[in-house]
């Protein structure tokens, strides 16, 4: 049997260690592909199939067969027993969660034992512009390993939006500083380039703003790039060490 395994819960965080005591180190969703490396009685020690990213889980459903179609496209898609908007359960499915469809009834999917609305999820090989979607986190809490609509942090942030269009990011921010292109005259900045410090990263959205998942603030939050810089520098006594594309 192939080592390859599909989680069933809403979300699952990862632990760096087997014990709720460990740090957080991420988070994976519904649908999403991991392989396990180890089993004791109450944890399982896994692979993500995505980034090879290593953690301990607890308590995850998870099936080995499974082909996901469509992903959820909005910030989160809430989750019916019956295709009735009068059925919704308390269960939510944050973006770029990975679901099934096995019929269509009226503005409803099916997956799983759930309905879905049909406007809250895109076919899984849709792409767009890669930061088409980030937006939709504005005002979602900065939660350290996490990549969800119950919190995310600034490198989670930005690997989503490239994971949501199919395409690879790493997790970690020392590892996207690695991974993408280094760019000259790092301080003019335009849409979509990415701007690193030691340990932070954030997303121009135009030449004048960025969005990021901001400690200080508590929050996914849109600021002006240059008092964001110069905020950085005197609080955290960090420059800017690269601009990325």
Not at 16 to 30: A, G
Not at 228 to 241: F, M, R
């Amino acid at each position: 049997m192939k080592n390859s395994f599909f989680c069933k819960n809403s979300s699952v965080y990862l632990y760096e260690r087997p014990s709720h005591k460990s740090k957080i180190s991420s988070q994976i969703l519904y649908g999403e592909k991991f392989k396990i490396l180890l089993k004791n009685k109450n944890w399982l020690k896994i692979k993500t199939s995505f980034d090879n990213y290593i953690g301990y889980v607890k308590k995850i459903n998870y099936v080995n067969e499974f082909k996901p179609t469509h992903k959820v496209k909005k910030i989160f898609a809430i989750v019916y027993k019956k295709p009735n908007k009068n059925f919704k359960i308390k269960k939510k499915l944050s973006f770029c969660s990975f679901i099934s469809v096995k019929k269509a009834e009226k503005n409803f999917y099916k997956f799983d034992n759930y309905w879905i609305k049909k406007n809250d999820v895109a076919p899984i090989n849709k792409t767009e512009n890669i930061f088409s979607k980030i937006k939709i986190f504005k005002g979602v809490k900065y939660k350290w390993g996490g990549v969800s609509f119950r919190g995310i942090d600034c490198s989670a942030l930005v690997q989503i939006c490239y994971k949501y269009n199919n395409k690879f990011c790493p997790r970690d921010t020392k590892d996207q500083i690695k991974f993408f292109k280094r760019v000259r005259n790092p301080k003019f900045f335009k849409k979509n380039d990415l701007i690193f410090w030691i340990g932070h990263v954030a997303v121009c959205i135009n030449n004048k703003s960025l969005i990021h998942a901001y400690g200080p603030k508590k929050k996914v939050i849109i600021m002006n790039i240059k008092k964001t810089i110069n905020d950085i520098k005197q609080n955290s006594n960090l420059n800017v060490i690269g601009k990325m594309k």
